[in-house]
């Protein structure tokens, strides 16, 4: 019973890891994490429905949301944190962290991009909405691209709510690991244009290339569809 309780009285918040980069052979970004925030309401502060309501019209003012949206987001259960929003971009984030609204809570998260496009999409693959490999290079090397989340344990009251000034531990976030690829993204786009090009002459159902570099084996491209 006493660890138990202490484990309700010191509660942790987890703060995700960045995950780490996919780079082709020229050291191009194909896969990077973009800074972002996720945004929660505290149910137990919003049933002060004047201060809810107060901040509800800001965050509906500056998200673009309906402000009855948000009061019936922020007050559909009686406690604990209620998420509205993924993935606000950093500056517009850091705007409305500084305003301090009454039971809203940023939290710092990551979005996936890939500044290429879907250049070599079937070989890079994807993630899903908590960030984790689904599909391809994102799937097979996860476990080196995700990284170490880190971990705020703080005190709290009996409802679960951080307590003002009461001693905080944290344990800082790991950043994932990059994988390089030997993709040459510009062979590589070259490779998927004479792919759709040969697959619309012969009205082929799927094909791929693979282009490789004879002297190490080095994968420069591989197209498919």
Known sequence: YSEQAAFTHYGATSVPAPR??????????????????????????WRDRKRASSAAAVLASKLGFDENHILAVGTGQ????????????????????ADDLWGVRLISSAIRRYPEGGLAGPLIGYVGLGGEGLWG???????VLAGRPGRLIGERDGLGRPI????????????????????????????ERHLAAALKEYQAPSGSIVVMEPQSGSILALACQ
Do not use: C, M
């Not at 209620?82 to 850091?94: S, T």
């Not at 290079?137 to 476990?143: A, L, M, R, V």
């Not at 003002?164 to 590589?188: C, K, N, Y």
């Open 78 to 97: 009686r406690q604990g944190d209620v998420l509205l929003l993924r993935n606000l971009d950093y500056e517009h984030g850091l705007s409305l962290k």
């Open 137 to 143: 290079i994102e799937s097979d090397y996860d476990q």
């Open 20 to 45: 780490g980069a996919i780079i082709d052979s020229t050291g191009y970004p194909l896969a990077i994490s973009v800074p972002s925030w996720d945004i929660y309401l505290d149910s137990h502060l």
């Open 164 to 191: 003002a000034f009461a001693p905080r531990t944290d344990q800082i976030s790991r950043t994932g690991g990059e994988v390089h690829l030997t993709i040459d993204r510009f062979v590589q786009a070259i490779a």
